[in-house]
């Protein structure tokens, strides 16, 4: 399968999807590399970038992103992880701010590889956020954003931030992190116990999260940084680019919470319009463990 230049082959794991690549993309020295994987094509028409939430691990969103990749013909799809939250790269700095810039270097290779395609960027949850900040940073290559989840104002006013604000403060990120070692031995048990509706291929990723330290600290460092950044909704940019935003909204959702109203108060789509999915009932946040048809026939729809 086809590769391009900008990204770095690595061994492909033995449950890997067979339609996708395992790589890593440098980017800027300061930045170090993030792990990445590929959905290849050829001569694609649509170039995807996807941005994931937190803890922000590509691998989670395999079945929905191959599933929207074998669904749409002539695209292809960058996942990328971020920083820091992988131990397949390296990554000098990963606060949210860098986390921005490495989404932006690695849109800037697509749009130099595939010029005069029609770029969409997805988010979801704080990925949202970042994929946002990859419109502001090039409003004339991004054609569409899609917004899953999207937590783009005031997490901490969330029901989830506000009860787990506490783990995600100093020097909470960097105790959890220590003792996590101490259960490594029991981790294959309790996360299938903890878990039982999860596939197998979906506990093997969050247990090689939680067997690394460093990642540990780096997804609730990261955590803690959204809900002192993430505070205001930018209304500007939704009212600027409310034609090519589109949002889907869970029915009920930890992470947003109230904070949907206000977005959709603010977003005030044309009478009609199809941007705005909410109320979709029992699709939970966390989209990706159970629900990724739903999301990728949905994403399909927009993309038609």
Known sequence: MDIPSFLQRQQQPLSADSVCIHSTFSH???LGSSKTIWWPNADPNTV?????????????????L??????????????????????EAT?????????????IEAFDALIQTY??????VIGHSVGSWIASQVLK????????????????????????????FWAFRPPFPYIISKISVLFRPLYTNILSIMFPEWPRAQLDVLSALLRSPSCIKACLSMAHEEMNT??????????????RIHMYFAETDGWVGNNKDVILRSFNPDPGSVNIVHGDHGIPHA??????????DQCTRWLE
């Open 230 to 243: 993430i505070r205001e909704l930018d209304v500007n940019l939704l009212e600027t680019y409310r034609h």
């Open 115 to 120: 010029p005069n395609r029609r770029f969409v």
């Open 137 to 164: 940073a090039r409003p004339s290559e991004v054609h569409s954003l899609f917004l899953l989840f999207p937590t783009i104002t005031n997490i901490l006013d969330t029901p989830n931030g506000r009860n787990l």
């Open 48 to 64: 995807v970038l996807f941005i994931p939430g937190n803890p922000g691990l590509s691998e989670f969103y395999i079945p929905f």
């Open 66 to 87: 191959s599933t929207l990749y074998q669904q749409t013909s002539h695209l292809c799809i960058l996942a990328q992880s971020h920083l820091g939250h992988t131990e």
């Open 91 to 103: 990554a000098l700095i990963h606060d949210l701010a860098a986390q921005v810039s490495a989404a």
């Open 28 to 30: 800027s020295k300061l």
């Open 287 to 296: 989209f990706c463990i159970n629900h990724s048809q739903d999301l990728a």
